[in-house]
C-alpha cells in the first residue's frame, strides 16, 4: 500500500529545496566521503573564539582515555566564566548518521548561557571505518571521564545530562543503557532530539518520507549499513547500537524525545517513548507537526522551531528545579 505523506510545515518547507542543494534528502555510501567536507552553504563550524562568546565561556580541549585499547578520545568543554559553584553538565553527543559530524557541531551553548550549565562535547571515531562498537564505547569513555573530573572542569558529577540529535540522539541513548547496565555514571535526564534508534528501518514513516525531506529510508540505511555491516536488520544488533533492540527500557533517566511529524524516525521515537512509559519510566514526547528532520537547527527563525527550541528549555528547567 502507498502511504501519502504527512504534508510539511509551509514557514520550514518554504526553506528546504535550498538545504536539500547542500543536504540531500538522499546519502548513499558513495557520498560519505564528501558529506565529511563542509558544504558550501552550511554555516562553518565554530572556533574556540566563537564558542567563548565574548568571554561568557572558558573552552577548552581535552584528549581522555578511550576505551580498553582503542585511541584516546577528545573532549570540548565550554564553562560559563566566573561560576564559582559546580553546575550541571551537558554531556552532548553530535549527530551525522553515524558516519560525519564532529563535536563542534550543535553545542548547545544558548542552553548554557540561559541556565549556567557546563557543555562536554564529545568526539567519537565514526563508521564505516569504524563500526559498532567504536562510537558508543568512545562515547562511554568520554562520560567516565566526565563524571570522574566533573568538579575540575566546573561541572557537579550528580547532575549530568545526556544530549544529543539525530544519531547523537542513538547514541545518548544507548550511552544510557550502558550506564544503567555497566552500573557507571548515571545521567539525570536524557534528551534525545530526532533520535536515529532502530536499524530496521522498516517503519510507515521511514516508507512514507522516502525520498523527501532531510535524512529519508536510503540514507538511513547508509547510516546503520556503515555501523553494523551484514548485521543490520539481523537479529543479533546490540541494543547498545539499535536502542530500540532493548529488550528492558527500565531504569532509565527521564527522557525529553522530539521529532517531527514528517521525517524517517517519527515512528521509532515514539514507540521508544511509549516502551519506557511501558516500563515505568518516564519520558516527555514530542510530536511537532509538519517537522522534517532537525528542522529547527536548519530553520531555527521559523514558529515551530521556536517552539520546539522552547520546549527543550522548559523541560531543563524542570529537570534541574530552576525557575526563569
Known amino acids: 500500500m502507498v502511504m501519502t505523506p504527512p504534508p510539511f510545515d509551509p514557514e520550514i518547507a518554504a526553506r528546504l529545496d535550498a538545504i536539500n542543494e547542500w543536504l540531500p534528502p538522499t546519502i548513499t555510501p558513495d557520498m560519505i566521503p564528501a558529506g565529511r567536507q563542509l558544504p558550501t552553504g552550511m554555516p562553518p563550524l565554530p572556533t574556540n573564539e566563537e564558542l567563548a562568546g565574548d568571554g561568557l565561556f572558558e573552552v577548552e580541549e581535552r584528549t ?24 550541571p553538565i551537558v554531556y552532548n553527543i553530535h549527530g551525522g548518521g553515524m558516519v560525519t559530524g564532529t563535536h563542534r557541531l550543535g553545542v548547545p551553548l544558548d542552553w548554557a548561557e540561559e541556565l549556567g550549565l557546563v557543555v562536554v562535547s564529545v568526539e567519537y571515531r565514526l563508521a564505516p571505518e569504524h563500526p559498532h562498537p567504536a562510537p558508543v564505547e568512545d562515547c562511554y569513555a568520554g562520560l567516565l571521564w566526565t563524571a570522574e573530573h566533573a568538579k575540575e572542569i566546573g561541572g557537579d558529577p550528580d547532575r549530568v545530562i545526556l544530549v544529543g540529535g539525530s544519531a547523537g540522539g542513538g547514541l545518548a541513548a544507548a550511552v544510557a543503557l550502558l550506564a544503567r547496565d555497566r552500573g557507571g555514571p548515571r545521567a539525570i535526564g536524557q534528551m534525545l532530539m530526532c533520535p536515529m534508534l ?90 511537532w507537526p509538519g517537522g522534517f528532520h532537525g528542522f529547527d537547527s536548519l530553520v531555527p527563525e521559523a514558529a515551530l522551531s521556536v517552539d520546539a527550541r522552547a520546549a527543550k528549555l522548559r523541560w531543563l528547567r524542570r529537570l534541574l528545579g530552576e525557575t526563569a
Open 64 to 87: 581522555v582515555p578511550g576505551p580498553p585499547g582503542a585511541p584516546e578520545v577528545a573532549l570540548l568543554i565550554c564553562r560559563p566564566t566566573g561560576v564559582t559553584e559546580p553546575r
Open 198 to 287: 532502530d536499524d530496521r528501518n522498516d517503519t510507515p514513516s521511514a516508507h512514507q518520507m522516502a525520498g523527501l525531506g532531510v535524512f529519508d529510508r536510503t540514507s538511513n540505511e547508509t547510516g546503520w549499513g556503515a555501523l553494523l555491516g551484514e548485521a543490520r536488520g539481523t537479529a543479533d544488533v546490540s541494543p547498545y547500537a539499535a536502542p530500540a533492540r532493548a529488550d528492558d527500557l527500565s531504569g532509565l533517566p527521564p527522557a525529553f524525545i522530539d521529532v517531527g511529524s514528517a521525517e524517517t524516525f517519527r515512528d521509532e521515537d515514539v514507540a521508544y517513548a511509549s516502551r519506557i512509559w511501558q516500563a515505568g519510566g518516564i519520558a516527555e514526547l514530542h510530536v
